[in-house]
């Protein structure tokens, strides 16, 4: 089955300064990688995602890049500010049609933007 | 619209109870997922329905039960409750024609 590896498992970084973190993924098959942002105590949310026939993917700040040859991608955050500290997950899944988008996840990477 | 909600918040097991999580949605989605979130880990895919009256097993069924019986609930029951239960329990639903899962805001359960 899927295994999604993800690093570092914590960073810090200066306010304003870019942050990346790293995932790879085991099946070829996988053809979708959410990222989702968890701040403490509250719930999952997904803040960028990419399918495979895309290379890379921007959202103002966000961007994630996308591997397939190597099996991983990566989300890069710029200019990033103290709201930007959470706990940051990636995933992998099949999904095409009606396929259940069973989501193997990252063990997530704790991110801390110092002012 | 709520999306997904869950109940209760927070609750104490003593080993060998039992419980049924809600778990509930008002998006009209048809796939629902209950996680598992141990302390600085992953999300781990315990159950999964594609639709009312379909589930199947995640990675981490072992020690649980589902049932989908109407399109917007889907409870997860623990049986037998142990010490290596002791997680955050999130409930995810999508629609058929987007990937995007939204997450409940989770159950808290320790099991002493």
């Known amino acids: 089955g899927e295994n999604v590896e993800q690093h570092p498992s914590t960073l810090s970084v200066q306010e304003g300064d870019s942050a990346v973190i790293k995932c790879t993924y085991s099946?070829?098959?996988?053809?979708?990688f959410p990222w989702y942002k968890q701040e403490l105590g509250k719930r999952p949310q997904l803040i960028i995602d990419?399918?495979?026939?895309?290379g890379e993917k921007k959202d103002q700040r966000i961007a994630v890049t996308l591997n397939k040859t190597a099996k991983h991608f990566s989300l890069h955050i710029t200019e990033t500010q103290p709201e930007d500290s959470a706990v940051y997950f990636c995933?992998?899944?099949?999904?095409?049609?009606?396929?259940?988008?069973?989501?193997?996840f990252g063990t997530g990477t704790l991110l801390a933007v110092q002012p | 619209n709520a999306g997904v909600t869950q109940t209760p918040k927070f609750r104490i097991l003593k080993i060998g109870q039992s419980m049924t999580l809600q778990c509930t949605q008002d998006?009209?989605?048809?796939?629902m997922y209950w996680y598992r979130q141990d302390p600085g880990m992953g999300l781990k895919l315990i159950y999964y329905?594609?639709?009312?009256?379909?589930?199947d097993k995640g990675e981490v069924p072992n020690g649980y039960n589902v049932s989908r019986s109407t399109t917007e609930d889907f409870p997860l029951r623990l049986e037998l409750a142990a010490p290596s239960q002791t997680s955050v329990y999130f409930c995810?639903?999508?629609?058929?024609?987007?990937?995007?899962?939204?997450f409940g805001p989770g159950t808290r359960l320790t099991v002493l």
């Open positions: 995933a992998a899944s099949m999904s095409w049609g009606g396929a259940t988008n069973k989501l193997i």
């Open positions: 990419i399918r495979s026939n895309v």
């Open positions: 998006m009209n989605h048809n796939y």
């Open positions: 995810a639903s999508r629609s058929t024609v987007e990937d995007t899962q939204y």
């Open positions: 329905s594609v639709g009312a009256g379909i589930t």
């Open positions: 099946d070829s098959a996988s053809n979708y």
